[in-house]
């Protein structure tokens, strides 16, 4: 019973490294979300045309992208800390370097420059945070690290905008910069474990996509599509019917997603990924119906609290089941992978969501009609990918159980190399004898 309870209490989630690493991660997060509100408006001050914005907005997806080829494999073959440390810099760097554009095409060139940095911090911090964290509690573990994203999306559009009606855009870009120096002071008190098991450097497939992680990162790509139709259009969908105010949807989303995050996380932790997911996903396909089918605001506040019990539950268990999906050695791969999905879909998303509104528009000639079936279409995405889910989730946790034989597998190699180590270091005579 003694060893059970130590083993429990060596269980905890909260070591000093996971509770840096959730702050490092609201600061990154903040800044992230200041920027995409407040660059088109940046942009607009050019006098730059809105598919000129839309392209200096996008092109931040587009360079994350590419970087992941060449820097997924250096995740896991070299140390993560000193990465991070320096992709962070890099984040301040272009903080900084905002404040003296003064064109559009200085403005895309800096921003692709930001995209290369954020490809990197993201996937890092994801998989320094899951290597703190013990196998047994990845579900919760993950939930509550997400939560710096929910506050960051709550917190930093309003910031940005105070900001800039406060101290004006260089000095914005400014603060900006310098909670970038915080995080990066922070990433100093981030304990990495030692592994003498790392690959060498190498560009290669299976280095930069793992396989393993595929599947969770495939649903990711689909049902984070779906949300961009929210996060994109629910605003002029909500011009279109007259109804004001609308910015409560998102308050209410993100004030619920604080709470049930961490619950549902303990509760997939106890029961398991599919008793927690599918439900969340039936609650996420409601949504939509429900926001097709609104007509006033209380109506999107309804959907705001279904998409949070939906979406805002599933996501993060989907990310948990990636980064469990393939070996610790490989977490920097695995969190390239989720990544790659997320970046995928934020980068296609709109777009497709887009066309569908419009051939709608073009057949019905209702705006209010075109974006209502939009939505609807949206839940049928969703239900198909709640089959998919179904229908994958046997090779998920086939993936899961072999990289915990894995895992076992390294310990005990790291284990034996440090009892050869420690023996070779206590046969070597001293200097002085």
């Known amino acids: 019973m003694a060893e059970q309870a130590a083993a429990r209490k060596g269980d905890s989630i909260w070591s000093v490294t996971f509770v840096v690493l959730c702050f490092i991660s609201l600061f990154q997060s903040i800044g992230q979300f200041m920027m995409n509100t407040i660059l088109p408006l940046y942009a607009d001050s050019f006098g730059a045309t809105p598919t000129v914005v839309g392209i200096a ?34 984040v301040m760097v272009c903080s900084f370097l905002y404040g003296f554009v003064r064109s559009v095409p200085a403005l895309i060139a800096v921003r692709m420059l930001h995209g290369f940095a954020m ?95 595929i599947p969770p990162a495939l649903l990711t790509c689909i049902f984070s599509s779906c949300n961009t139709s929210v996060m994109s259009f629910i605003a002029l969908y909500a011009n279109a019917l007259g109804v004001a105010g609308i910015g409560v949807y998102f308050v209410i989303n993100s004030i619920l997603m604080l709470g049930t995050r961490p619950l549902f996380g303990r509760l997939v932790d106890r029961f398991g990924y599919r008793p927690v997911i599918i439900p969340a996903l039936i609650a996420f396909a409601v949504a939509f119906v429900v926001i097709a089918y609104a007509r006033t605001l209380e109506m999107f506040m309804v959907a705001g609290v279904i998409t949070a019990c939906g979406y805002g539950a599933c996501i993060p268990q989907l990310q948990a089941l990636a980064m469990g999906s393939v070996p610790r050695s490989r977490s920097g791969a695995a969190s390239g992978t989720h990544f ?89 005579p001293k200097a002085d004898e």
Request: charge should be positive.
């Open 57 to 90: 907005v996008g092109c931040f997806a587009i360079t994350a992208l590419l970087t992941r080829p060449f820097a997924t494999p250096a995740f896991d073959s070299f140390s993560k800390k000193k990465i991070f440390f320096c992709a962070i810099l890099l």
């Open 119 to 213: 490809g990197c911090t993201g996937p890092l911090a994801l998989a320094l945070a899951t290597e703190s964290l013990p196998p047994s509690h990845l579900g919760r573990g993950i939930s509550i690290f997400s939560l710096a994203m929910t506050v960051a999306q709550a917190l930093g559009p309003a910031l940005g905008l105070w900001l800039i009606d406060a101290v004006g855009f260089i000095w914005t870009f400014r603060i900006a910069g310098i909670s970038m120096i915080v995080a990066a002071i922070l990433i100093l008190f981030i304990k990495e474990r030692p592994n003498p098991l790392r690959p060498p450097y190498k560009i290669e497939f299976k280095r930069i996509i793992a396989v393993g992680a």
């Open 340 to 428: 790659t999905g997320l970046d995928i879909a934020m980068l296609f998303g709109p777009i497709i969501s887009g066309s569908v509104a419009e051939t709608f528009h073009g057949i019905t000639g209702d705006t209010v009609a075109g974006y209502s079936d939009m939505y609807l279409v949206a839940a049928a995405v969703v239900v198909a990918g709640i089959v998919l889910f179904c229908l994958l989730y046997p090779r998920m946790m086939r993936n899961i159980e072999r990289a915990n034989e894995i895992n076992r597998i390294n310990r005990e190699k790291r284990l034996k190399i440090r009892k050869e180590q420690e023996a070779i270091n206590a046969n070597t």
